[in-house]
């Protein structure tokens, strides 16, 4: 009768176990763990963690060329020169990694 018992608890456990794993999670996230899209807004005033090096690339991989003068400004925002299209201007890079031209 014991054996029966442990037996009985055993396959209950295993089959609860098995159900467990075959649940498909559910969330209710609808924001992307990655931003693609440009915020309107930008630059947006915040702490920035890019180094210099990283904005700097960062503005480059966006299509600017010749980025020159990159700094830091007290908004937290990644300020510079450079040119993108044969065309140069005042170009910054936020926190979030908008890079925007002034127009």
Known sequence: MKKIAILT??????????FAQSETPSTS???PAVNTE???????????????D???SRIEEAGYKDVTDLKLDDQGVWR??????????????DFQGNVT???
Do not use: Y
């Not at 915020?39 to 702490?47: E, H, I, S």
């Not at 510079?80 to 890079?93: I, Y």
């Open 9 to 18: 608890a055993g396959v209950v456990l295993a089959a609860s176990a098995a």
């Open 29 to 31: 996230q609808t924001t």
């Open 38 to 52: 440009q915020n309107p807004a930008a630059p947006v005033a915040g702490k920035n963690s890019f180094t210099e």
């Open 54 to 56: 990283q904005a700097k």
């Open 80 to 93: 510079a020169t450079a040119s993108k299209d044969g065309k140069p201007g005042n170009v910054s890079l």
């Open 101 to 103: 031209m002034a127009k």
